[in-house]
């Protein structure tokens, strides 16, 4: 798996909305998600200057809210605090999806596999997006992101062990329970 690009959008992440409906039944996109689909659109523009891809695309998008005043305190760890409010994490990764249509990529339905973490941001770094395109569909085992100076790691690597512990130990009591029974 290769890193073709990274993009750092330093704006609020922003999730999509659903679509409305006028009283005649007309269908239209809601005009906060359509400006903040435009502003995404422009701040990926500025930094990629090359081509759309054409090929198949695995996406990776990092969203760092604000971090609110509860989490100032010097009991909470000063890196990011995954977030489990709303916005839904997946509204998320869809409007910078499809903000990067034509730019980043010829079409969103490109992207065959994605991940999107979401979090609040570490003490004293503002809120920001980072997108991450890679050449393919495997899973990355670490995943990296430097901004304002501030070392982010998330390790999928140590969790897959864990998990492949588990299903070992899971696989042996079925097969003891065989065994007895």
Do not use: C
């Amino acid at each position: 798996m290769k890193l073709l690009t990274r993009i750092l959008i330093k704006t609020h992440p922003v999730a999509k909305q659903r679509p409305r409906m006028t009283k005649t039944g007309r269908a239209y996109t809601p005009a906060k998600t359509r400006q903040a689909e435009k502003t995404a659109a422009e701040l990926i523009k500025q930094q990629f200057k090359q081509a759309p891809y054409s090929q198949d695309l695995f996406v990776i998008v990092e969203a760092y809210h604000k971090r609110p005043q509860r989490l100032n305190s010097k009991r909470t760890p000063p890196g990011p605090v995954y977030k489990k409010t709303r916005p839904d994490a997946d509204n998320i990764l869809k409007l910078y999806a499809d903000a990067g249509n034509g730019i980043l990529w010829e079409d969103d339905n490109q992207i065959v596999g994605s991940m999107i973490l979401d979090s609040y941001a570490a003490k004293d770094t503002s809120p920001h997006v980072i997108i991450s395109v890679y050449d393919d569909l495997v899973k990355p085992l670490e995943i990296r992101g430097m901004i304002d100076g501030v070392d982010y790691y998330f390790k999928a690597e140590a969790e897959m062990k864990q998990l492949k512990r588990r299903i070992r130990f899971l696989e042996d009591q079925i097969h003891h329970q065989k065994l007895f029974t």
